[in-house]
């Protein structure tokens, strides 16, 4: 399986704008899709947003328009943008991959904390 890193999380304000970024250990990932997931204390984990290698992407609902996902193949890396942060967005925000045709995801990064509060 392939190693995940993140990196980025922290303390903001309702507003700020944060990047967090995830380290893939291998190259070769034009055949995986990644994710950003996060969970909140309280709640389960939900998707914020996956990107193919190849470009497509898609969102949670919910958070289109304040978070971006995008890769650097050269880097191996995968960012996720987050924009006018809002104390709702307070969570432990995970990376994860699988490979195409594998329906769950299969590798997971150890998380970055993310808070945001006045």
């Known amino acids: 399986q392939v190693q995940l890193t993140e990196s980025g999380g922290g303390l903001v304000q309702p507003g700020d704008s944060l990047r967090l970024s995830c380290v893939a250990s291998?190259?070769?990932?034009?055949?995986?899709?990644m994710g950003w997931f996060r969970q909140a204390p309280g709640k389960e984990r939900e998707i914020v947003a996956s990107?193919?290698?190849?470009?497509?992407?898609t969102y949670a609902e919910t958070l289109k328009g304040r978070f971006t996902i995008s890769k650097d193949a050269a880097t191996n890396t995968v960012y996720l943008q987050m924009n006018n942060l809002e104390p709702e967005d307070t969570a432990i925000y995970y990376c994860?991959?699988?490979?195409?045709?594998?329906?769950?995801?299969?590798?997971w990064g150890q998380g970055t904390q993310v808070t945001v509060s006045s």
């Open positions: 994860a991959a699988h490979r195409l045709g594998v329906q769950i995801f299969e590798s």
């Open positions: 291998e190259r070769g990932l034009s055949t995986y899709v």
């Open positions: 990107i193919q290698w190849g470009g497509f992407t």
